[in-house]
C-alpha cells in the first residue's frame, strides 16, 4: 500500500482546510487510517483515525469539535477536515495506516504541511 497525502496551504486563523490521503496498491477494508501531525521542534502526534470497514472515528482530545476523519470507499480515500484552525495547528500533517487494532501504524504517507497564520 502507498499513500499519498495532499491539501495543506497557508490559510488564516480561523479558516478551514481539507486534506487528502488517497491509498494505492490493495484495498483498506479492515485497515484502520490514522492522521498525525508533527509541528517544528515538537514530536509527532495523534490527531484522529478512521477503521475502514465500521467507519468508527476517534480523535485526540485537541481537535474535537474542530477537525473531521472521513473516507471514500470508492476512492481508497481519507479526509481530514479541518475547521476554527488556530496557528498553532501548523504542522506538517501526515495519512498512516494500521492493519489491526493493536497493530502500529507501519505505513506512513508523505506529509503535506499546513501553515495557520494569526
Known amino acids: 500500500v502507498q499513500l499519498q497525502a495532499s491539501g495543506g496551504g497557508l490559510v488564516q486563523a480561523g479558516g478551514s482546510l481539507r486534506l487528502s490521503c488517497a491509498a494505492s496498491?490493495?484495498?483498506?477494508?479492515?485497515?484502520?487510517m490514522g492522521w498525525f501531525r508533527q509541528a517544528p521542534g515538537k514530536e509527532r502526534e495523534f490527531v484522529g483515525q478512521?477503521?475502514?470497514?465500521?467507519?468508527?472515528?476517534y480523535y485526540a482530545d485537541f481537535v474535537k469539535g474542530r477537525f473531521t476523519v472521513s473516507k471514500d470507499d470508492a476512492k481508497s480515500t481519507s479526509y481530514l477536515q479541518m475547521n476554527s484552525l488556530k496557528p498553532e495547528d501548523t504542522a506538517v500533517y501526515y495519512c498512516a495506516i494500521k492493519m489491526a487494532a493493536s497493530a502500529p501504524f507501519g505505513i506512513w504517507g508523505q506529509g503535506t504541511q499546513v501553515t495557520v497564520s494569526s
Open positions: 496498491g490493495r484495498t483498506l477494508s479492515g485497515y484502520t
Open positions: 478512521v477503521n475502514w470497514r465500521s467507519g468508527t472515528t
